[in-house]
């Protein structure tokens, strides 16, 4: 795959969905931070169910960590994980309230350094409550970059440095969000719809799908 067909390709995804948006429902670093901490192995929707209800009572560090380990359980009891992640966010909240004044710090090393904040979730924040180019490749992306050959990696971080390295600059703030929607609803794991796919045509996957749906 080449620089003029990738451009393309996000061409295409820009002239679909210009301004595509996270499908967790926050209004604040701090709840996009808490929501992303959630979320992992977990749907948006779920995340979303619990935090809907969680963030009314409490969202920010202070109101959280006042919560206390069981209080939050109880608003997050339907998350799969719910106890490992309960008890990272509780420290999390400790240490932005000790480190950092009670705000999301917007660097890399500050966020790996909190409970439940891996390479992905830090990759989120940056991009998406910062306007960083940075790109957090989970399941979909990794999948996508691969079959489509956007940016083909063996592991996720060779996947996000090889998006980071072809992606068109114009594109890149946004790139995470139209390639994880894209493997989302689109170029699925088991049986992705490629008859009603808009880049198939300039997609390299061999096995493509007549779905048309």
């Not at 948006?44 to 963030?55: I, P, Q, S």
């Not at 799969?80 to 890399?108: F, Q, W």
Request: aromatic share 8%; with cysteine; net charge positive.
């Amino acid at each position: 795959m080449n620089k003029n067909i990738r451009t393309e390709i996000f061409q295409r995804f820009k002239a679909d969905n210009p301004k595509p948006e996270t499908e967790l429902n926050y209004s604040t670093p701090f709840e996009l931070l808490i929501a992303v901490i959630l979320s992992a192995q977990a749907t948006d929707k779920g995340v979303n169910k619990a935090t809907d209800k969680l963030y009314p009572v409490a969202n920010t560090p202070e109101a959280i960590y006042a919560l206390g380990l069981d209080g939050l359980k109880h608003y997050v009891k339907t998350i799969g994980l719910y106890n490992t992640k309960a008890a990272n966010v509780i420290k999390t909240c400790k240490m932005l309230i000790d480190e950092h004044n009670s705000e999301v710090p917007n660097n890399r090393e500050a966020l790996e350094a909190l409970p439940g904040v891996g390479r992905k979730t830090a990759n989120v924040v940056m991009n998406t409550a910062f306007g960083m180019l940075t790109m957090a490749v989970d399941t979909h992306i990794f999948r996508v970059s691969n079959r489509t050959k956007i940016a083909a990696g063996k592991n996720v971080v060779e996947v996000e440095k090889n998006l980071l390295k072809r992606v068109p600059k114009e594109f890149l703030l946004d790139a995470h969000h139209w390639l994880i929607l894209h493997g989302r609803y689109i170029c699925t794991a088991r049986s992705p719809k490629c008859g009603a796919c808009m880049i198939e045509d300039l997609c390299e996957f061999k096995d493509k799908t007549e779905y048309t749906d």
